[in-house]
């Protein structure tokens, strides 16, 4: 986990009340990688000593199905015509 300091503190690491943990779990194959299908992102509990983070998180994704290998043409990528 990297944290950044607050606007216009230096430019060292150094912990706030903005860090994050994002977990990353429930990894499985798609499309030839190995992703995780579920995410949780917890917020700093200033709190309590000796844990970080709280153990409930603020926000948690699922990924129900995922297209890694999309098919696309060129012309895809052109713009549209008005």
């Known amino acids: 986990m990297r944290t950044l300091p607050r606007e216009g503190e230096g430019?060292?690491?150094r912990e706030t009340a903005r860090s994050v943990l994002l977990r990353l779990?429930?990894?499985a194959?798609?499309?030839g990688f190995?992703?995780?299908f579920e995410l949780a992102v917890h917020h700093r509990d200033?709190?309590?000593m000796g844990m970080p983070f709280?153990?409930?998180p603020a926000q948690e994704i699922w990924i129900q199905q995922a297209d890694l290998r999309a098919e696309f043409q060129v012309e895809?990528?052109?713009p549209?015509?008005?």
């Open 11 to 13: 430019s060292g690491e």
């Open 25 to 27: 779990y429930k990894y």
């Open 29 to 31: 194959e798609q499309d």
């Open 34 to 36: 190995r992703i995780p």
């Open 46 to 48: 200033t709190s309590r």
């Open 54 to 56: 709280k153990e409930l």
């Open 76 to 78: 895809d990528f052109h």
């Open 80 to 82: 549209e015509e008005k």
